[in-house]
């Protein structure tokens, strides 16, 4: 757990400072929205502290291990890049390094990016606490706060609406889990 310095010190070891600065964030803010949403909050604070603990693997490595039919990944995501493949994949790596076995935050970290059309509430709390940790500051993130602590899930629907619009003003691809996500997250309830 996240007491273990062992632990600490190897996600320490793999980024650098502040993408380090950032899982911590993400681990605090993790921890108060599983506090407000009766969740685990020990458990909510190791999911969103190991999250992107991938996020600077080398895409040869990536490559090497969905290639590796021992791994049985789909071979689509050699299609995609490194902003997909360092969730999904990354529980490879999660698995082999940090010895986590959770089912419950291995899927969260692998729904981290684009959600996906059945989430948790782990799954939903890593998702956004990863969008409003108090290191972010893009433009509308202290609506995207409000909304995610007053409503877990129109915090998950603000996120991914949002993210589309940035994409698409963007012109880059949508994996098409964000935007099965966005069809049930995103749209406005009768
Ligand atoms: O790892 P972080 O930077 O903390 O955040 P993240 O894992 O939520 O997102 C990483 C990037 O992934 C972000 O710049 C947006 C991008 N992304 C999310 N959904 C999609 C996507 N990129 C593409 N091309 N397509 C998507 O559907
Ligand atoms: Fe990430
Ligand atoms: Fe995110
Ligand atoms: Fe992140």
């Known amino acids: 757990d996240l007491s273990s310095d062992l632990l600490v010190n ?5 980024m650098d400072e502040a993408r380090f600065r950032h899982c911590q964030g993400v681990s605090i803010t993790a921890r108060k929205l599983a506090k407000l949403n009766n ?3 020990d458990k909510a604070a190791l999911a969103g502290f190991i999250h992107d603990y991938a996020k600077q693997v080398a895409n040869d490595e990536f490559i090497r291990v969905i290639k590796d039919p021992k791994n049985n990944f789909n071979q689509d995501l050699l299609n995609w890049n490194r902003a997909i493949w360092h969730g ?3 529980t490879y790596f999660i698995k082999r390094d940090l010895s986590i076995t959770d089912s419950e935050i291995l ?3 692998k729904r981290h990016t684009t959600g996906d059309v059945e989430m948790t509430t782990l799954d939903k709390i890593v998702f956004v606490a990863d969008y409003i940790e108090p290191g972010r500051s893009f433009s509308g ?3 995207a706060r409000e909304v995610t602590f007053s409503n877990l899930d129109a915090g998950v629907g603000y996120e991914l ?3 589309l619009q940035f994409l698409a003003n963007n012109r880059q691809k949508i994996y ?4 099965a996500a966005y069809n049930v997250w995103g749209i406005k309830k009768e």
Not at 176 to 179: H, Q, Y
Request: aromatic share 4%; glycine share 4%; net charge negative.
């Open 10 to 14: 190897k996600v320490r070891a793999n």
């Open 39 to 41: 969740y685990d909050e």
């Open 88 to 90: 999904i994949v990354g």
């Open 107 to 109: 899927t969260a970290i």
């Open 141 to 143: 993130v202290d609506e």
């Open 161 to 163: 609406a949002h993210t």
């Open 176 to 179: 098409p889990k964000t935007l």
